[in-house]
């Protein structure tokens, strides 16, 4: 069965300095990786994705993401944060042969003004 | 153009009653998904329908939980003899496939049971 670990439940950032979002993954066979974002009260908003091709995969808002096989970990990351980018930020994981999201504990990001 | 929508918003219903809740995913996404996230389990997955093939129900916690999806559209989420325990905010997703495409979320219904 397939897990995801999210290893920090809160990262503060100073507004403008570099922001990274901790994924660790296992799954069977090649992963297909997502980070999802969620604002109070709101659903899940997609960011991006790695499917296949390029490790380096850039997605809304400025964010990106590095798929590390070796390490199975697959990091979110934005150059300079924005108060803005607090919110709550969910990894998750499929195997090519599923199709049903497995979900990390989530991260809570709060950008300090 | 329209996301996912769900309703009602909010539920709050008494232990032991039935409850449905509704999905509008979006037009021509063939993939629906229901999962739930509460504070002690984080997200699950419940169940996935794909266009006309029978649905995956491995994540359904009990036998109280169903679901349906009419024409291909919409989809209701039913749960019988609510308990304490399965108040929560249920989630709705869809997208334009299975492998490899991302999903699209709803706002969620929160339900309470008391």
């Known amino acids: 069965a397939q897990s995801v670990a999210q290893p920090e439940d809160q990262v503060n950032v100073a507004e403008g300095n570099p922001l990274t979002v901790k994924c660790t993954y296992s799954?069977?066979?090649?992963?297909?990786l997502f980070w999802y974002v969620q604002y109070p009260n709101r659903g899940l908003q997609f960011l991006l994705k790695y499917i296949t091709g390029d490790n380096l995969v850039k997605g809304s808002y400025g964010f990106e993401a590095e798929f590390n096989k070796s390490q199975t970990s697959f990091h979110l990351k934005k150059p300079s944060a924005l108060v803005s980018d607090s919110a709550l930020y969910f990894c998750?994981?499929?195997?090519?042969?599923?199709?049903?999201?497995?979900f990390g504990s989530g991260t809570q990001l709060t950008v300090l003004p | 153009g329209a996301g996912v929508s769900q309703s009602p918003s909010n539920k709050v219903t008494e232990k032991g009653k039935d409850v449905e809740l509704r999905c509008d995913p979006i037009s021509g996404h063939t993939a629906l998904y229901w999962y739930r996230q509460s504070l002690g389990q984080g997200l699950e997955f419940l169940i996935y329908?794909?266009?006309?093939?029978?649905?995956?129900k491995s994540g359904l916690p009990s036998d109280r939980f169903s679901a349906e999806r009419t024409g291909g559209s919409v989809s209701t989420l039913t749960i019988q003899r609510t308990q304490q325990e399965d108040s929560a905010v249920y989630l709705c997703?869809?997208?334009?496939?299975?492998?490899?495409?991302?999903?699209?979320f709803g706002p969620g219904t929160r339900l309470t049971v008391t």
């Open positions: 329908f794909q266009g006309n093939s029978a649905p995956d």
């Open positions: 997703a869809s997208s334009l496939g299975d492998r490899g495409y991302e999903q699209y």
């Open positions: 799954v069977s066979g090649n992963p297909y």
């Open positions: 998750a994981v499929t195997p090519g042969s599923a199709r049903q999201l497995t």
